[in-house]
């Protein structure tokens, strides 16, 4: 069995801006399983399709994404801006981690501008914490698909949205990959979204989301002296690996 890396983010789009270069390259280098998961289907990202439309639209717009690279898309079906710790939702990002049962865990960063990225980044968090935990979900007369997890998963978090965190103050990543060999095929990835084009213009002034990407990486590219890169940081508190499993893998 291949080692899996599982990617939990709060949109349609997310990994595709944040994270799908070092997933490409644990998927090509290292023969990684690797599994996308966005907790909305992004029903919200549109001004001319209701919203059961949009969501349609962009699941598939996801699972494009993902069959290009080789990837499993999942998406756990909450509603744009209705992302928030409570029991339900954490019993369902358990159950995904419970089924999917990854090595190493990816999420947004804790501070960032959007809420529905720092509730995900909550929910993942509590969720990579509670999944070893056989009385968190399994109840005496109560089935659970999948059995708990052995041990808490490797926990990062990616760079915020245009590295800042609400108030602008800037999040600088623990360290940063050079995905300049794959930065073509997270190119592709982001084009599948083709719905978001017309929507990114309109709401968040962003002209050409593919170049605005490339951008983006070659500037956090420009700190290790690569063309492009990644940036992210580690969960390492008490009782979560303290290994920096990604830099060892991927340099
Ligand atoms: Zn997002």
């Not at 919200?44 to 993902?66: N, V």
Request: charged share 20%; hydrophobic share 40%; with cysteine.
């Amino acid at each position: 069995m291949p080692d899996t890396v599982l990617a939990v983010l709060a949109h349609p789009d997310d990994a595709e801006f944040l994270c799908a270069g070092i997933l490409l390259r644990l998927r090509r280098e290292r023969g990684w399983a690797v599994h996308v998961a966005t907790m909305t289907a992004g029903d919200c990202g549109s001004a001319e399709h209701a919203p059961d439309e949009i969501a349609a639209i962009r699941r598939a717009e996801g699972k494009a994404a993902c069959d290009s690279a080789g990837f499993t898309y999942h998406c756990v079906g909450l509603l744009d801006l209705r992302v928030r710790f409570c029991d339900e939702q954490l019993n369902a990002v358990t159950r995904l981690l419970n089924a999917v049962r990854p090595t190493v865990v990816l999420t947004h960063s804790p501070d960032d501008y959007h809420l529905d990225h720092e509730q995900t980044s909550t929910l993942v968090r509590a969720a990579t914490f509670a999944t070893p935990i056989g009385n968190f979900l399994h109840r005496p007369g109560h089935a659970e698909p999948h059995p708990p997890l052995d041990a808490i998963p490797h926990l990062f978090y990616c760079d915020p949205l245009e590295g800042k965190n609400l108030f602008g103050h800037p999040v600088p990543p623990a360290f940063s990959i050079d995905i300049s060999t794959v930065i073509d095929a997270k190119a592709t990835m982001l084009d599948a979204h083709e719905s978001q084009r017309a929507w990114l213009r309109k709401h968040h002034g962003v002209d050409n989301l593919v170049q605005s990407m490339r951008d983006w990486s070659t500037s956090r590219g420009a700190a290790i002296g690569a063309p492009y890169a990644e940036g992210f940081r580690q969960h390492l508190g008490h009782s979560y690996p303290q290994g920096n499993l990604l830099g060892e893998l991927l340099g």
